[in-house]
């Protein structure tokens, strides 16, 4: 998995990422279909979506292959900065064996990042890419992107990595585990197929909904600042866990991790809730009175 260090950048230079949309008079569109094929369709494939600027919706089906629908869309300062985005940044487009890889390249990319060598400057310009993916519903999925955008996901059963930084993370008819992380917005999931296997949701700004069925069996690690932790299944604590010893400039420094566990049934699974700013709601899907999205 790429190591991507535009992240740093997003959450310490955010506004830097984009250009000051009032500058921003020529506009140019573009739209982009392709259908991509695994190598072996009788086995689970995974798809890789690494955005900056945009949404990504992302939808499982029935059928084998994988339906690309992108909408591009350059912003920039004059005409001829147009083209310079046309030149600098490109949607990489990769098959290898059951992985497809969409990785959107330019200069705003870190040198560790891939092959560009540059620091990230205003080019006066943004390009923005809105992806409308459907993909096998038994598929691995890893979602990113930075700005400008929400994700959305929607019947999927495998595997699931979805990031997000100025933007809402929304999940429908789930039935794999994984992690949902972004910092100004909601993380709502909702399962069709309770969690085998640990999962995370983060949030900073913004509550965390997750939704499970009848029969629900899994250990919770709860935390937020200025919330409040709801359930619609009964609840024991779990006791707490032991602190964390360092040693620092000659003293030992113990750390607690600040989360609540509680647990739900006989118990299973850990799955981890984590907001700054929000409420944490544990639902039960049937009682939801409308749908996430």
């Known amino acids: 998995m790429k190591k991507i260090s535009a992240w740093v950048l997003a959450l310490l230079l955010l506004g830097g990422i984009s250009v000051r949309s ?5 506009e140019e569109k573009e739209e982009i279909q392709k259908t991509l094929e695994f190598a072996d369709p009788s086995k689970a494939g995974e798809v890789q979506v690494d955005n900056i600027l945009g949404s990504i919706t992302l939808e499982g089906t029935e059928a084998a292959d994988v339906r690309l629908f992108v909408k ?3 912003k920039a300062r004059t005409e001829d900065r147009i083209q310079k985005a046309k030149d600098e940044v490109e949607l990489e487009i990769k098959t290898e064996g059951n992985l497809i890889d969409l990785f959107v390249d330019g200069p705003f990319r870190c040198k560790d990042d891939r092959k560009k060598g540059k620091e990230w400057r205003d080019p006066g310009y943004e390009v923005h890419f809105d992806f409308d993916i459907k993909v096998p519903r038994r598929c691995d999925i890893t979602l990113k992107t930075v700005t400008s955008g929400d994700i959305v996901v929607k019947n999927i059963e495998g595997v699931f990595e979805v990031h997000n930084v100025n933007g809402k993370i929304t999940m429908n008819h789930i039935a794999g585990d994984g992690e949902a992380h972004t910092v100004n917005g909601w993380v709502k999931v909702d399962f069709t197929r309770n969690p085998v296997s640990e999962c995370s949701f983060k949030t900073i700004n913004g509550d965390i909904e997750i939704g499970f069925q009848d029969g629900l069996a899994a250990d919770f690690r709860l ?3 200025n919330g409040d932790a709801l359930s619609d299944f009964p609840v024991s604590y779990l006791p707490g866990r032991a602190a964390t010893e360092k040693k620092e400039k000659g003293r030992y420094v113990y750390k607690s991790d600040r989360f609540v566990g509680v647990k ?18 544990i639902t ?4 939801r009175k409308e749908n996430l999205s």
């Open 72 to 74: 591009k869309t350059i």
């Open 284 to 287: 039960k899907t049937k009682n």
């Open 264 to 281: 739900v049934g006989k118990g299973g699974p850990e799955i981890k809730m984590d907001t700054l700013n929000g409420d944490l709601l």
């Open 223 to 225: 935390k937020t600042f």
């Open 22 to 26: 009032e500058k921003l008079k020529f």
